[in-house]
């Protein structure tokens, strides 16, 4: 009993942040105005802050394992093909092929995934999955840019083009951030007491805001389309891949807590941004939005059932 209480203290009140910004948004506390300019706030200056100022701090050597970094970037790899491939052997639309590869494998890392691992690792699990969002955010957002691009590949003269999308991915404030980061923990350089001070003042506001931001955007009138399809997709994110990367990574001889943080930032919901690329560039929006809200739902559940794993395999 107590094991299972003390994983609830870890996975419910990031949850429970998330129903705060939705009881907010409910009481009209806040709006959709706010809302965009809250998350503009989150993804241009306090989630940038926090990676950065986390990632710059740590101690790159013991912070960083490219196994670890290799596994998890494998087990996407192979989630995109096969999610892909099947969508392509059930004759999906172009639309729903594209948007059900990318639910199946892009998941919230940045919001919910760090703040899972605080709570369950605190600040060094936190630097170590920082590193690690590093490397993944650019592999998830040209994994996603694929999906999204090849169903249309014989299509031309609607949406966004392959080009600005990579340009979009090299502008991208997170993976600036955390390369800054990595730059600045490998070459030990110092960070100025006034400006340490700052940078933990504003990185300590990323984690809460953004969870509220979720919780002020989730609704289930997203839940529309083939539910069948989100509900499969919701499977293999928020199953599937963490079972997936947890075999990759024993397979490389990866164990202990950089396992942990592997599976957990694999077993996120997910990411909102599915729903905003599937808008941009012809995806199914509709079934974007039912995976996203699903997936997020049942995530309360897996998280505690991977958690109990974890802590049954003494990790």
Known sequence: MSLFVDILTIVLPVFLVIGLGFGLRRTALIDAN???????????????????YKIATADFAASFNGMLVLGVVLSLVVAFALS??????RSYPPA???????????GNLAY????????????????QAGIL???????????AI??????????????????????????????VASFAGIVWSFFHLPIPVIVDRALHIVAGMALPLALLAIGGTFSLERLRGDLGRALLATGSKIVGLPLLTAGVLQLLGVGGQELAIGVLFAGTPAATATY????????????????IMLSTLFSVVTYTVALYLLHLLGI
């Open 34 to 52: 706010f809302l965009f300019q809250l998350n503009r706030l989150i993804y241009y200056v306090a989630l940038p802050a926090l990676l950065f």
């Open 96 to 106: 729903a092929r594209g948007t059900f590869c990318q639910g199946a494998f892009r």
């Open 112 to 127: 919910i995934g760090l703040a899972i691992v605080f709570n369950a690792y605190g600040e060094e699990g936190l630097a």
């Open 146 to 175: 694929l999906a999204l691009t090849l169903p249309h590949r014989q299509q031309r003269g609607q949406g966004r083009g392959l080009r600005f999308w990579l340009e979009q991915l090299a502008a991208n404030p997170l993976i």
């Open 276 to 291: 905003i690329m599937a808008q941009q560039m012809r995806g199914d929006a509709e079934l974007a939005g039912s995976i």
């Open 133 to 143: 969002l590093g490397f993944l955010v650019p592999t998830l957002n040209l994994l």
């Open 84 to 89: 892909y491939v099947y969508a392509w052997l």
